[in-house]
């Protein structure tokens, strides 16, 4: 006779410091599903999916090492992204090539293996996954989110071998590498030259700052000199009037090339609006590709259009029984699994643009609050960073705009007033006392000092403490 059957859960050894929840149960629902997928994704390694091959792919890596820094304590959380850094870059071939995942992937003779190790079980590079995990949005955002300063210093000297793999051609770009599998992306109407272009140039940028910070600023200008002829050829070649479409490229015109354009900062702004049309009516990437696309809606200024697109593409998930978010849009695809680590990007984009929280220095020692709510009228989020939980809750009303932020010990918080045609401030409070009125600053609050505005924030530099800003 069986009397109970119990089960305690395994996972990733961090505790649950950071949360986000707003006024759209569907936008919470699809958080804590992107919570609940990064967890399960997380054991020795970062992996794709718990029931297939478990590997550290980079592509997923980067997404999920984004997202844990808003949901695990700032202790703990970033000590799976450190791992996989180093098994990245330890791993790299004598050509100087780098490969995921590590450890997985084809099965080999053992004596084969017993012959040459150190190939490990998968070695076949994927380019732009590659690019994407030294770049920007890989080893970059580690760094800026953990301060650890020693892992970029360790690993800087392979990142330069890698990025000295690439070379740019006679016309100015990035001359294509097919790697041994040559993927961009899930899903037809890849225009992979624009794509490319665009990762390269965020793995050079991240590259100018590795080389800064680790004392090796004899190399900036050779990866100066390769942005400035990316730059200088970009638009020329892609940009055709009304939209980002390579000349080569013979499907639909492609939704994640013309986000990337906007996420790499080589789209000029004077093509926003017809990038935000593009970005309305294209729906060819993966959920893993679709970050970046719900970036660039974000570094567009347009969060209406941002949150409108996250819940069309991601509906039907967020109304599924299933607790974890997918590889594809469906589950018809044989194969394809229902706990996929890339499909968290949401998680990332409501924290760090509709709550607005990032950091602006390493470690959070500088951040910023520059929220982007769109359509939401409230958002409650905490972010553990190293010094301390960032406590925010935010209120948007027709009339009135409210924020009450605890700032840690040792840090700074940049907080932006939202400020535009839609919502002109006359007043704005700290503490119930006045800060700010008509376009003049009043700093006799110690503490919060006025710094700048624009026509989208009014900034305050505030001290640690906890701060009640109120504008009208």
């Known amino acids: 006779e069986v009397i109970e059957l119990k089960y305690r859960e395994t996972g990733y050894n961090a505790e649950f410091s950071g949360s986000f929840k707003c006024d759209d149960e569907k936008l919470n629902i699809l958080y804590k599903k992107a919570v609940r997928t990064l967890y399960v994704t997380m054991r020795d390694n970062y992996m794709d999916c718990p029931d297939r091959e478990r590997a550290q792919w980079w592509g997923d890596a980067v997404n999920e ?11 703990n959380g970033p000590k799976l992204a450190k ?65 650890d300063k020693k892992t970029i210093e360790d690993l800087y000297p392979r990142v330069k071998k890698y990025l000295g793999v690439w070379k740019i051609g006679s016309d100015g770009l990035v001359i294509h590498r097919a790697g041994g599998w040559d993927w961009t992306d899930w899903g037809d109407n890849k225009d992979v030259p624009v794509i490319e272009n665009a990762f390269l140039y965020l793995a050079l940028k991240a590259g100018v700052e590795m080389a800064r910070l680790s004392g090796n600023s004899a190399d900036i200008p050779g990866y100066e000199q390769k942005m400035k002829s990316i730059e200088d050829n970009f638009n020329k070649q892609f940009w055709n009037g009304n939209k980002y479409h390579s000349p080569g490229h013979a499907g639909e015109t492609d939704d994640r090339a013309n986000a990337m354009a906007v996420v790499a900062g080589l789209a000029k702004e004077e093509y926003y609006p017809d990038i935000q049309k593009i970005l309305k009516h294209e729906f060819h990437a993966s959920p893993y590709m679709e970050k970046y696309v719900g970036e660039a809606l974000y570094l567009m200024d347009v969060p209406h259009q941002a949150i409108e697109r996250i819940k069309t593409r991601y509906m039907e998930q967020i109304d599924s029984h299933i607790t974890t978010l997918w590889e594809g849009w469906d589950l018809t695809m044989k ?37 982007q709510m769109g359509p939401l009228k409230k958002i409650t989020t905490e972010v553990p960073a190293p010094d301390g939980l960032i406590s925010l809750s935010l209120t948007n009303k027709n009339d009135s705009f409210s924020m009450e932020i605890t700032v840690p010990d040792g840090t700074k918080a940049i907080l932006g007033i939202p400020s535009d045609k839609l919502f002109p401030v006359s007043v704005i409070k700290a503490n119930d006392s006045l800060i700010w009125q008509k376009g003049d600053s009043q700093n006799l609050v110690e503490g919060i000092k006025f710094l700048s505005a624009d026509n989208k924030f009014i900034k305050f530099e505030a001290y640690p403490g906890t701060w009640y800003l109120e504008a009208r």
């Open 65 to 75: 090492l984004g997202e844990a820094f808003y949901v695990f304590d700032a202790e």
């Open 83 to 147: 791992k996989a850094m180093y098994e990245l870059m330890l791993w790299q071939r004598a050509d100087s090539t780098i490969y995921s995942p590590v450890p997985s992937g084809r099965v080999v003779d053992i004596e084969e293996f017993k012959k040459n190790p150190h190939e490990g079980y998968y070695d076949r590079e994927l380019p732009r996954q590659m690019l994407a995990s030294i770049g920007w949005y890989g080893f970059w955002t580690y760094y800026l989110y953990s301060g």
């Open 335 to 371: 194969g394809w699994t229902y706990n996929h680590a890339w499909s968290g990007g949401p998680l990332t984009l409501l924290c760090q643009y509709s709550a607005g929280v990032a950091p602006l220095s390493a470690g959070f020692k500088i951040f910023s609050v520059l929220p």
